[in-house]
């Protein structure tokens, strides 16, 4: 059983960043692959990011390569996502979600938290 909390997201204006963080709970997480999800209003869910349980494979969408990155800590289990030059149509609800393996399908994630919103002002 692994519960997620995402927090760090608000309002930032075009170009800005911001940083968002997932602390989970459960003795699974150091073995779990990570990912990032959002979802803007009237559109499904989309991949964002994923990280491998060591943290030494990453993938992105293409749409954030470059200006997103996503890390980990398995000492603190929390994972991170550092957002960069961020665009309008990067407004969203922001989740993170653990997967027994790395993979952009959101139906192969199995633990999802409730969150948190991503507004960026042109």
């Known amino acids: 059983q692994v519960q997620l909390v995402e927090s760090g997201g608000g309002l930032v204006q075009a170009g800005g960043s911001l940083s968002l963080s997932c602390a989970a709970s459960?003795?699974?997480?150091?073995?779990?692959?990570m990912g990032w999800f959002r979802q803007a209003p009237g559109k499904d869910r989309e991949f964002v990011a994923a990280?491998?349980?060591?943290?030494?494979?990453?993938i992105y969408a293409d749409s954030v390569k470059g200006r997103f990155a996503i890390s980990r800590d398995n000492a603190k289990n929390t994972v991170y996502l550092q957002m960069n030059s961020l665009k309008p149509e990067d407004t969203a609800v922001y989740y993170c979600?653990?997967?027994?393996?790395?993979?952009?399908?959101?139906?192969?994630?199995?633990?999802w938290g409730q969150g948190t919103q991503v507004t960026v002002s042109s």
């Open positions: 990280i491998s349980w060591s943290g030494a494979r990453t």
């Open positions: 979600a653990a997967n027994e393996n790395l993979s952009t399908d959101v139906r192969s994630y199995d633990y």
């Open positions: 459960g003795r699974t997480f150091g073995s779990r692959t």
